[in-house]
C-alpha cells in the first residue's frame, strides 16, 4: 500500500470506474462552493436579445443598478439566427455536433453584443478557456459575460429525438452555476415563468409559481420553458437545486430574484 | 402575448419553441458523413499507455502497419494519473466539472506519448483547441492523428447521478467524435479480451460474450464494464455508429483484425439497427 493515497485514492487507482460501489465511495462530502456570492444569469436570445432595445435597454440598466449590490454571471442565448442555422443546417444533413458549433457561434454574437453595451463599466466578455479569470473579473468588476452554449462542439451528444443539440444556453448556463457552487440561477425570458401550455401559443394556459422537478415531469408537458437537459442534470446536482425563470421584460423583475425574492417559477428537486 | 416584437429571420424553426416534443420530432432526417473513411480506436490509459513499453511498442508497430492502410483517429486514455488526481480533487472537495477539467491533462500527455512513438510514420498527437474543427484537415495530409479522448466538457462535465466522477470521460470522447464525424467504426483497445460474464481480473472463471445488445447490458446490471457506462446512452441515441468493439491490446494482431471488420473481442450494438 501506498501510504501517500487515501484508500479511496488506491481504490481508484486499482478498481473500475464502472463499479457503482466504488462510484458511490466517491461521493464525499459536498464539494465546496467555488464562487457562493455568484448569481448566474442566462439571458435568453429569441425570448429576449431579439427584442432588441426597448427590452434589452433596461435590463442593462438593471443589470448596472445591481453592480456592487450583487456578483453577477452573465450567460446569453442564442435564438432566432440559431433557430435560422439550425434549419438550414438540417436540411443540409449536419449532425448535431456541427449544429452545436453554429449554435455557439450565435450565443457568441449575442454576448459580445452585451459586453460592448456594458464595457464602459469594465464588464468583460470571457470564453471557456478565460473562465480562470472569471473569479478576478467578477472580484473586481462584479459582473462578466460568457456565452451561454456549453462548450461540447463537435461533442454534443444526440438528442433521442431529433437532431437539435439537447444540451444548449440554458444547460451551459445552470452547469455554470452548479460548478461553481453559485448563489442562484435566474433565466431571464419574456413570460413570467412555466405555464401548463406555451402562453404565447395557448391563451388558456395557466401559470405555476413553484414545482418540483417530479412534479413537472408527471405532467408530461409538450413544451417546457427550461430545457429538459437543465431538469436532468438538477436531480443530481451537488449545490444548484432551484432555478428561476423570470420575465426579464417587467422592470425590477431581475432586482428581486437576486434579493432572492420569488418573481417567476422556481423550479426546485426535492 | 401571442405577438413578439423580436427581429426574427424567417426559418422552419424561427417561432418555434426548440422544446417542444413536435418541433423536436420534425428535426429528424439523414445525417451527413464527414470522414465515412476513417477509422476511430481508444487507446486505454491505464490498459496499454500504463503498461510501459514492453506493452506499448507492440501496439504501436501493428497501428504503424495498420496506418498503410487506413486512416486512424488515435484518442488516448488518461490512465492512473487521472485516477490519481481524481482522488486529490475529490480529497480537496472539487466538483466534478472542476475533476473533468484538471484531468484532461492525463490523457493529453499519452497522446503526446503516442504521437512521439507515431511520429516517424506521420502521425503526431494535435492540440485540443484546433483539432475538432481541422480533423478532416489532417486525416486527408496524414495517415492519422492522435488527440487526447476527453471530450471537451470541462467545467461543463454533467454531475453524475452516483458520486463525483466525471461521467463522460476519454471512451465517451472518442465515440462522440466518431458518431459526429460519420466515422467507419470504433474501436475500443483495452487489457481485456472484451466484456465477459464477470471482471475477469477478478473472477478466472468469467467468460467473454461475444456480443451484446444496450438493452442486454442494460437488463443484466453488470457490476462493472470494460468501458464507460454512458457509452449505452450514448449508442442508444447514435444515428451514424451502430456498435463498438472492445479488444485486448495485449494481443496487439486483433487490433488489425478489428479494422479489418472482423470480430475479436465484444461487439456492442445498438438495438435500433
Given at each position: 500500500m501506498d501510504d501517500l493515497l487515501t484508500d479511496l485514492g488506491q481504490a481508484l487507482v486499482e478498481g473500475s470506474l464502472s463499479d457503482q460501489d466504488l462510484l458511490a465511495r466517491t461521493g464525499g462530502p459536498l464539494p465546496v462552493q467555488i464562487l457562493p456570492e455568484a448569481n448566474v444569469i442566462k439571458v435568453g436570445g429569441q425570448s429576449f436579445i431579439d427584442r432588441g432595445r426597448v427590452a434589452v435597454f433596461p435590463l442593462i440598466e438593471e443589470v448596472v443598478a445591481n453592480l456592487g449590490r450583487h456578483k453577477m454571471i452573465l450567460g446569453t442565448g442564442a435564438g432566432t439566427r440559431a433557430r435560422h442555422a439550425y434549419s438550414v443546417g438540417l436540411d443540409l444533413g449536419m449532425p448535431t455536433g456541427v449544429l452545436s458549433v453554429l449554435g455557439t457561434f450565435v450565443s457568441m454574437q449575442n454576448a459580445r453584443m452585451l459586453n460592448y453595451l456594458l464595457a464602459k463599466h469594465g464588464i468583460p466578455f470571457i470564453e471557456p478557456a478565460q473562465f480562470a479569470q472569471l473569479p478576478l473579473y467578477l472580484a473586481e468588476r462584479g459582473a462578466v459575460i460568457f456565452f451561454g452554449m456549453p462548450p461540447y462542439v463537435y461533442w454534443q451528444q444526440n438528442p433521442a429525438v431529433g437532431r437539435i443539440p439537447p444540451h444548449r444556453t440554458d444547460t451551459g448556463s445552470y452547469l455554470v452555476s452548479e460548478v461553481l457552487g453559485a448563489r442562484s440561477m435566474i433565466f431571464v425570458k419574456d413570460v413570467d415563468g412555466l405555464y401548463t401550455a406555451d402562453p404565447k401559443k395557448d391563451r388558456n394556459a395557466r401559470f405555476i409559481p413553484r414545482i418540483t422537478v417530479s412534479e413537472l415531469r408527471a405532467m408530461?408537458?409538450?413544451?417546457?420553458?427550461?430545457?429538459?437537459a437543465v431538469l436532468d442534470l438538477m436531480e443530481n446536482a451537488q449545490h444548484r437545486r432551484s432555478i428561476q425563470v423570470i420575465n426579464g421584460l417587467v422592470p425590477g423583475n431581475l432586482t428581486r430574484a437576486l434579493e432572492g425574492e420569488s418573481v417567476g417559477t422556481i423550479i426546485t428537486v426535492d | 402575448m401571442t405577438e413578439t416584437n423580436a427581429y426574427h429571420v424567417r426559418s422552419l424553426l424561427m417561432r418555434e419553441s426548440l422544446l417542444d416534443r413536435q418541433v423536436e420530432r420534425s428535426t429528424e432526417g439523414a445525417v451527413f458523413r464527414m470522414l465515412p473513411e476513417a477509422h476511430v480506436l481508444k487507446i486505454g490509459g491505464r490498459s496499454i499507455m500504463d503498461a510501459g513499453r514492453s506493452v506499448v511498442y507492440p501496439v504501436v508497430e501493428v497501428l504503424a502497419d495498420c496506418l498503410k492502410t487506413w486512416k486512424l483517429i488515435l484518442g488516448t486514455g488518461g490512465g492512473v494519473r487521472t485516477r490519481h488526481v481524481f482522488s486529490i480533487g475529490i480529497d480537496l472537495g472539487l466538483p466534478t466539472g472542476v475533476l473533468a477539467q484538471v484531468a484532461a491533462a492525463d490523457a493529453l500527455g499519452n497522446a503526446h506519448m503516442l504521437g512521439t512513438l507515431l511520429s516517424p510514420y506521420g502521425v503526431v498527437a494535435i492540440p485540443p483547441e484546433i483539432f475538432g474543427h481541422l480533423l478532416p484537415l489532417f486525416i486527408h495530409s496524414a495517415p492519422g492523428v492522435v488527440f487526447s479522448g476527453v471530450p471537451p466538457y470541462s467545467l461543463w462535465e454533467h454531475p453524475p447521478g452516483v458520486g463525483r466522477i466525471p461521467p463522460h470521460r476519454t471512451d465517451a470522447g472518442a465515440f462522440l467524435l466518431a458518431e459526429c464525424f460519420g466515422c467507419r467504426s470504433l474501436t475500443l483497445v483495452k487489457d481485456v479480451d472484451g466484456l465477459h460474464t464477470a471482471d475477469p481480473k477478478l473472477d478466472p472463471s468469467a467468460e467473454l460474450i461475444p456480443e451484446i445488445s444496450v438493452a442486454e447490458i442494460r437488463r443484466r446490471a453488470f457490476p462493472t464494464l470494460p468501458f464507460e457506462p454512458v457509452l449505452l446512452d450514448l449508442l442508444e441515441n447514435a444515428r451514424l455508429l451502430d456498435r463498438f468493439q472492445i479488444v485486448n491490446g495485449h494481443e496487439p494482431g486483433r487490433i488489425r483484425e478489428a479494422l479489418e471488420g472482423r470480430h475479436v473481442g465484444t461487439i456492442v450494438h445498438a438495438d435500433r439497427r
Open positions: 408530461d408537458l409538450q413544451d417546457v420553458v427550461v430545457e429538459r | -
